[in-house]
Nanobody, 122 residues
Framework: VQLQASGGGLVQAGGSLMLSCAAS????????MGWFRQAAGKERAFVAA????????YYADSVKGRFTIFRDNTKNTVNLQMNSLKHEDAAVYYC????????????????WGQGTQVTVSS
């Protein structure tokens, strides 16, 4: 599976942005998928995950109620709708395919996308 993230950009605090991750390969729909982010000087951190069929979702506490992860297996995409953005949400965001274990651990993912930058201004 090859993944390509897009949709990042500059947004004002309190604004919204939607990230998209496009996947190639027929096996995409068999993977649970996750979004991670990495701010400058910090470790990569779990943001959200969605099961292969889209029925179950999981979020980091810091984004619960503001971010929504969803997927469209007919289009091979997984998206992250981000609302009420805060300065601390600024980071490079990555999508990845889950291979098992705990969702919040980046070591449990393979097939990472290249990342898309989100910048939050005052």
């Amino acid at each position: 599976v090859q993944l390509q993230a897009s949709g990042g950009g500059l947004v004002q605090a309190g604004g919204s942005l939607m990230l998209s991750c496009a996947a190639s390969g027929r096996t995409f729909r068999s993977y649970d998928m996750g979004w991670f982010r990495q701010a400058a000087g910090k470790e990569r951190a779990f943001v959200a995950a969605v099961t292969w069929n889209g029925r179950d979702t999981y979020y980091a506490d810091s984004v619960k109620g503001r971010f929504t992860i969803f997927r469209d297996n007919t289009k091979n995409t997984v998206n992250l709708q981000m609302n009420s953005l805060k300065h601390e949400d600024a980071a490079v965001y990555y999508c990845a395919a889950f291979r098992g274990g705990r969702y919040y651990d980046p070591d449990n993912y393979h097939y990472w996308g290249q990342g898309t930058q989100v910048t939050v201004s005052s």
